[in-house]
């Protein structure tokens, strides 16, 4: 009677168990859940989204809107966090939280969620998301901007060399003076063989590079080789700077004559030309029989021809007699030098041999015949020959 008497005093505030027994404030039998006070019917299974528990028949209902005193989802859940109705946890949810992985967001992330924030497609690695975010492309296991990155520029694993930089998909050099030439960043104001720009190499008329120029020496160039100054011209060569053509230089640099004596520098065929030869000896150079190619020929029409194939050098008392039948070229005083010009008549052609001896056996020369007016049909001729002493 006691025990029926103290329910009756107590069920107003707190209620009573089917034994009339009344239980402390916060603890329910089974079935039943403590909210405001009281125990009250616990719907099994618990409500879905858009749902509500009628505690007085322990039934889910449409419409409910959830009042935020009481979770009805996961045993262990702390209480009053979430509205009544929210989706179910997953059993161990670190969080206790009622969404289906840490950190809470009302659920929809799936366990490769990569940044753990509980939003899909915020991070590389989400479930169904893209590798990268534009414009970065995946290079290996990294999102790179191919625009940007000096280690991936323009493409994967393409890296920019030293002092050089990725812009706009291209790598360029950094340094003020210097190019990309061929993979490397250059310095094509000092470098000789990238002088001014890739590939412009100096040669030996200028094999410095200073400023994008090439230069020799000091100076901006040596004294040029064309016809009219052969046997002044220079050459550049490196540390030397411009080297006048001479026995050490012939030609070109370290082209050294020895054992002969001296470096000739002729004009053939419009250009200058260089040869090493013999110091000047006229005992020897103009004596002896030449053998001469091309050969130098002439034909008229109904009058005797020639066909020169040798010419006969000789000192005659103090006179150079060059022999070529049916012509006698003839030059006095004979030259004191390797240069000569010998000239002769034969009937109504004028020849005239101008040379110079490469060395004593050898002498290049223009033979240039003339016809007079007394010989129709005639023609003359102008000829680049070489002597070979025989």
């Known amino acids: 009677m006691r025990s029926w008497t103290a329910c009756a005093l107590v069920l107003f505030a707190f209620g009573c168990t089917d034994d009339g027994i009344v239980p402390p404030p916060g603890e329910c039998p089974p079935g039943q859940v403590w909210i ?35 979770d009805h989802d996961a045993p262990g859940d702390p209480v009053g966090d979430v509205p009544i109705g929210d989706a179910a946890d997953v059993p161990g949810d670190p969080a206790g939280d009622g969404a289906d992985d840490p950190p809470a967001d009302g659920g929809g992330d799936t366990p490769a969620d990569v940044a753990s924030d509980g939003t899909v497609g915020d991070a590389p690695g989400d479930e169904g998301d893209p590798p990268c975010l534009e414009p970065d492309v995946m290079c290996g296991s990294d999102c790179v901007d191919l625009m940007t990155d000096s280690r991936n520029c323009g493409a994967c694993g393409s890296a920019c060399p030293a002092r050089s930089g990725c812009v706009m998909g291209t790598c360029e050099c950094t340094t003020s003076g210097e190019m990309m030439c061929d993979g490397a960043c250059i310095d094509v104001m000092t470098d000789p063989l990238n002088c001014g720009g890739c590939g412009a190499v100096c040669d030996e008329s200028g094999p410095r590079c200073e400023a994008g120029a090439c230069m020799c020496g000091p100076d901006p160039a040596c004294a040029p080789c064309d016809v009219l100054s052969c046997g002044t011209c220079e050459t550049c060569c490196p540390r030397e700077g411009c080297m006048a053509m001479d026995v050490s ?29 013999e110091a000047f000896d006229p005992s020897r150079h103009y004596r002896g029989m030449f053998d001469i190619t091309p050969y130098a020929s002439t034909a008229c029409s109904g009058r005797p021809s020639h066909d020169i194939r040798e010419l006969q050098f000789r000192d005659t008392s103090g006179t150079l007699t060059v022999r070529g039948t049916p012509y006698l070229l003839t030059q006095s005083p004979i030259p004191t030098t390797a240069d000569f010009v010998v000239t002769g008549s034969s009937g109504c052609m004028t020849v005239t041999l101008t040379g110079h001896f490469r060395n004593a056996d050898v002498f290049t020369g223009t033979w240039v015949s003339t016809v007079s007016v007394s010989c129709p049909g005639c023609f003359g001729e102008t000829l680049f020959i070489t002597g070979t002493r025989r």
């Open 36 to 70: 405001d006070g009281e125990c009250l019917l616990e719907c099994d299974p618990p409500c879905g989204p858009g749902e509500s528990c009628d505690h007085e028949t322990g039934e889910c209902i449409e419409g409910g809107t959830g009042d935020g005193s009481v």
């Open 249 to 277: 230089n012939c030609g070109s640099c370290g082209i050294d004559c020895y054992p002969l004596d001296q470096c000739g520098a002729y004009e053939v065929s419009g250009a200058c030309s260089f040869v090493c030869e």
